[in-house]
Each structure stands twice: as structure tokens, then as C-alpha cells.
């Protein structure tokens, strides 16, 4: 039987291009997606973004150790 990977749905909050933008005064993605990913993305026809990646704010300070 072949398994198959599922990309689970997260949250963007927890993502590292999460950022808060000072002159939208709110927090926004800020990896930069083209026309075609984007649509798709807000049309819903992703599972999740395909540049999630946890971002983790103890990594370096346990790299320091």
C-alpha cells in the first residue's frame, strides 16, 4: 500500500514570514507570492501554504548552549 503525504492545514500565526507591518498597522505574510499563488491560496484550492514554516524563537538561543 502506498502512503501518501497530507499537508495539514496551520496556522499563520506560528509561521516565520508572519510579521507585523508598521504602515498596514497589522500583522501580515511576508513571503512574496505571485499572482497565480495567491489566488489560488485565497480561492482555497491549497491545503495549506506551501512556504509554512515554524518558526521557533527558543532555536537559537538552544544553538547557544
Known sequence: MEETK???AVSCESCVFYDYDEDWDA???CMNLDQDEMG?????QTRACPY???YDEYKSVQ???
Open 40 to 44: 489560488a491560496f485565497l480561492s482555497g
Open 63 to 65: 544553538k547557544q548552549i
Open 52 to 54: 509554512y514554516r515554524y
Open 6 to 8: 497530507k499537508k495539514t
Open 27 to 29: 500583522y501580515v505574510c
